[in-house]
């Protein structure tokens, strides 16, 4: 494990430094509950559970919050990966896509397992300049019946004269 990779995981496995961040950067993820569940350089999951703010009207949750824990499942595996990192590296995200099986009730978790994957593209964006990868997010509920998967494509960009690492505030 590379230790710029470490140091995120530790700070984003911290539920105040991690909801300090949500609540900064990302506050509809705040409120809609979104929390970590599991983090390492291979998986990510993570947790969101039903409630009034992120209810739509057919008494389940919303399909943006959905996205919203699918993205978060492959966006934290990738700033992970270009966290810190010399030569910076940018992302971004090119194309969403989604399929909802069931109902998205209780709490439901979002993993996704393309971390060996996600640093292969980021190796391929310093070599080439730029890469993308397309990541697979599953959601479960809590009888591990699929509700949601969705493929998520990042683009990396090797930032050209930034000699700074990414500062990321976590």
Partial sequence: MSNSFKVFQNRISNRLF?????????????????SVKEFNEALAVIAVKEK??????????????????????????????????EPSISMLITEQRGLFHKKANGK??????????????????V???????TCHAKGYNSNNEMVAEFWITWSFKLRLGKTKPLTTKV
């Fill in 18 to 34: 991690f909801n300090q961040f949500l609540l900064s950067k990302l506050p509809a993820a705040f409120f809609a509950g979104l």
């Fill in 127 to 133: 070599n080439a300049g730029t890469s993308m990868i």
């Fill in 52 to 85: 009034w703010f992120n209810r739509n009207p057919f008494r389940s949750i919303y399909f943006a919050v959905l996205s919203m824990a699918a993205e978060m499942s492959t966006g934290i595996l990738c700033m992970g990966y270009i966290y810190r990192h």
């Fill in 108 to 125: 439901i978790l979002f993993r996704c397992d393309d971390g060996n994957k996600i640093a292969i593209a980021v190796e391929n964006a």
